[in-house]
């Protein structure tokens, strides 16, 4: 491992912050230089679009690129002297322009945000055995419906070796057995493989798809006794769509379909700031529709109809209330717990 892979390992590039250090972009590279030892020395430091960044030093007396710095069994006090002084400049640029990342590889840390972003959930660092190993947890039922984990690979396969991140999430045996047929998937590493499933991070499993299955890992903890059958919380964006213009128009309409809802299950709408409530209930009248839609705030592949059952003043189902019954965030579709639902379906509007 060289010395810029070993100072910059799970740090991510911050482009704004690497102009204001002095970098001056030329093309596809992002390229800062710097004297050292009295102006004998020259460091150069290039950064690439990827974030990866690279060092060169060069003798400015001869005009030669020095690399005798980089050998690590060359340890003379003038070589060492050159050694601290590139890594001082790299650990700066370091300080001022890189921001530190939970995982080494770039889709463990997209993946990771995007759970964030969805679900509200950290990763927790629970071993010190194992200290790079991460999992997410569901907040309501304390089920783990992910786990980011550095391996060797072979591990997985017999045949192949070398460092690298896998996820593991809770699925139906049957999915299962289908996603072991494409690349990627492979029985669960160190879970059982009944109902866990393994997905290699490096790209050759999109993102989409890792999250579509995160999704269903994570429905897949909240189902339990307490949760009433067939009933769901959807959150909605009054900022990305008007339910109420839309409802004036037509007393059905098309809604994303994230899990596998069933025709005359309920759907509870929660709209975010600033209502903080569930104002709609809805009937599902029709799943599956094939429905291409993205822009940068909404993916869909699949949508259901729903039709307007009842709608609620936002003081009667307000955020403060839905805690009262366990539910204290609304990220993303989830079961409705059965407490709630008596309480909402015995009391008037």
Not at 285 to 296: G, R
């Amino acid at each position: 491992m060289d010395i810029e892979e070993e100072l910059f390992r799970k740090t991510k590039v911050n482009f704004n912050k690497i102009i204001e250090y002095g970098f001056e972009k030329d093309k596809s590279l992002y390229k800062y230089s710097k004297n050292i030892m009295n102006n004998t020395f020259r460091v150069d430091i290039e950064i690439n679009t990827d974030g990866i960044i690279k060092g060169k030093v060069y003798d400015l007396s001869f005009g030669d690129e020095y690399t005798n710095f980089r050998i690590e069994d060359n340890i003379g006090s003038f070589v060492g002297q050159v050694r601290e002084e590139f890594k001082n400049i790299l650990k700066d640029i370091k300080n001022n322009c890189f921001t530190k990342e939970n995982f080494l590889y770039n889709q463990s840390n997209r993946i990771a945000e995007a759970i964030k972003q969805k679900y509200g959930d950290n990763p927790e660092f629970k071993w010190d055995k194992s200290p790079t190993d991460a999992v997410f947890i569901n907040k309501d039922s304390k089920k783990w419906y992910g786990l980011i984990m550095k391996i060797d690979k072979s591990k997985l396969d017999k045949n192949d070796t070398g460092e690298i991140e896998v996820i593991n999430m809770k699925l139906e045996y049957n999915e299962i057995e289908n996603l072991l047929k494409q690349d990627g998937f492979y029985p669960a590493y160190h879970m059982n493989k009944k109902s866990w499933i393994t997905i290699i991070l490096n790209d050759t499993v999109s993102d989409e798809k890792i999250m579509s299955l995160i999704e269903k890992s994570y429905l897949y903890t909240v189902i339990n006794k307490n949760c009433a059958k067939n009933e769901w919380i959807v959150p909605a964006n009054p900022y990305y769509f008007d339910i109420d213009k839309a409802l004036k128009e037509n007393n059905t309409i098309i809604w994303k379909q994230s899990a596998d809802i069933k025709i005359n299950d309920i759907v509870y709408i929660y709209v975010g700031k600033p209502y903080l409530s569930i104002m709609y209930k809805f009937k599902v009248v029709e799943v599956n529709i094939p429905y291409e839609y993205k822009d940068k705030n909404l993916k869909m592949q699949r949508a259901m109809k729903i039709e307007l059952i009842t709608r609620y003043k936002k003081e009667k189902l307000s955020l403060d209330k839905l805690k009262e019954f366990g539910v204290n965030s609304i990220r993303s579709q989830r079961y409705m717990p059965l407490e709630l639902s008596e309480y909402i379906n015995k009391s008037k509007r």
